[in-house]
């Protein structure tokens, strides 16, 4: 199977005499081979690329000394094989198949990542799904899982139970709930999380709640056990953002235990105690694409989140 992944492109281009008074998304296209200038078009209108940190037009016309900056997406294809890989199905019919996903496994294929992904595996246990959505790396993937966070994940196995799942995420009609070991000691019993997360205003692989193009988001929480250091809560998702859970708890002082990226800056360079960060999707409730009755599914802590709870007093 033949597909891509997208990657970002870092572009720091200066203006010279010889430029000035092009538009910009003339001057991009010809300055680098892989952008088109319609993508470059798209690239200054999405605020991808600016110039001097500045949002303008892709109709601007350049001045002499002006430099433009950003990153641009780009896909790269590569070639997404069928590979035998154990999988978890915690349930599977006609239509879904519900795993419990271990940590370290990659959702699907993308930069650094083109094989030994749950894709490749499911291309292996039910090859009909090669067909399903857009995308082919991306084969029946209805949501997805972080690297290193395990837990329950549902796919589509036709393209009618794709769409329709899609639409039950998007009008936040699935039941999401994770349980997150948090470091710190969290006082109240239950809470909420409402601030807004997008994209990193400088580093582009990560999240955060300041910024732009920043969506509203909504966590909600209650505590399972506290500990001497930590807490251990249960989370349900109003809203399902890139990196949401791990954001928010960062963002409100109680980063994950095990977080190397959403960690205060003092711990983020000393050597990992914990392997992953502590987040588990213990079950995921929706109404199934053929039937339309509720059906729930969930998924016991996995043995290296009990192991680090075991160390805790």
Request: with cysteine.
């Amino acid at each position: 199977m033949f597909t891509g992944f997208f990657y970002f492109m870092k572009i720091e281009l200066k203006i010279t005499e010889e430029h000035k008074g092009m538009r910009i998304d003339d001057l991009i296209a010809k300055s680098f081979d892989l952008i088109s200038r319609s993508h470059a078009a798209a690239s200054v209108k999405n605020g991808e690329l600016r110039i001097f940190k500045r949002k303008i037009k892709p109709g601007y016309k350049v001045k002499a000394g002006e430099i433009i900056a950003g990153s641009v997406v780009l896909k790269k294809d590569i070639d997404v094989l069928p590979q035998p890989i154990d999988l978890d199905v915690v349930f599977e019919d006609k239509y879904i198949i519900v795993l419990n996903k271990p940590p370290g496994l990659v959702i699907h294929p993308g930069a650094g990542n083109n094989s030994g992904t749950l894709v490749n595996a499911l291309l292996n246990h039910c090859p009909e799904i090669k067909n399903i959505g857009d995308d082919l790396s991306r084969a029946g993937i209805i949501h997805r899982l972080d690297k290193d966070t395990s837990g329950i994940i549902a796919v589509a196995k036709t393209e009618y139970a794709l769409q329709f799942l899609k639409k039950e995420f998007k009008y936040r009609r699935v039941k999401k709930r994770y349980l997150a070991l948090l470091k710190g000691v969290i006082k109240d019993d239950t809470g909420a999380i409402t601030l807004p997360v997008g994209r990193h205003p400088k580093k582009r692989t990560m999240m955060a709640v300041k910024g732009e193009n920043l969506r509203h988001a909504e966590t909600l929480w209650s505590v399972k056990q506290r500990f001497e250091n930590a807490t251990l809560v249960e989370v349900f998702l109003k809203t399902g953002r890139k990196h949401q859970i791990r954001v928010h708890f960062y963002a409100s002082g109680y980063p994950l235990m095990g977080e190397r990226v959403y960690q205060f800056r003092r711990v983020r360079k000393k050597k990992a105690s914990i392997p992953r960060q502590m987040l588990h999707s213990a079950s995921l409730g929706f109404s199934h694409p053929f039937s339309g009755k509720w059906v729930s599914f969930s998924a016991s802590i996995p043995e290296d989140f009990k192991s680090v709870m075991g160390t805790l007093n």
